[in-house]
């Protein structure tokens, strides 16, 4: 099995930057790939950006050029970096292995 624990949420001005972090533990050698989703209440959970442990990682149209996904495998976490936050981030993002796990969820809060 896989957990995943979540990390960084917060409250950020608008414009102002973040960073959520995903520490994996357990069979962790069976994890390829690793994504960021979130979900406003009433909708469905979204794919926010994922990446495998090789190639180049992918993200949502409305994210690009703001967030990046990044891992560092020697100490098993995920990272999101969430820069110029505008008001439609504000929600609760998960961390995620697909097919495996889903994190708990960490909630970012913009407000001026």
């Known amino acids: 099995q896989v957990q995943l624990m979540e990390s960084g949420g917060g409250l950020v001005q608008p414009g102002g930057s973040l960073r959520l972090s995903c520490v994996a533990s357990?069979?962790?050698?069976?994890?390829?790939?690793m994504g960021w989703y979130r979900q406003v209440p009433g909708k469905q959970r979204e794919l926010v950006a994922i990446?495998?442990?090789?190639?180049?990682?992918i993200y949502v149209d409305a994210v690009k050029g703001r967030f990046a996904i990044f891992r560092d495998s020697t100490k098993n976490t995920l990272y999101l970096q969430i820069n110029s936050l505008k008001p439609e981030d504000a929600t609760v993002y998960y961390c995620?292995?697909?097919?495996?796990?889903w994190g708990q969820g960490a909630k970012v809060a913009v407000s001026s």
């Open positions: 357990g069979s962790i050698l069976i994890i390829n790939g």
């Open positions: 995620r292995v697909p097919d495996i796990t």
């Open positions: 990446a495998g442990r090789t190639g180049t990682p």
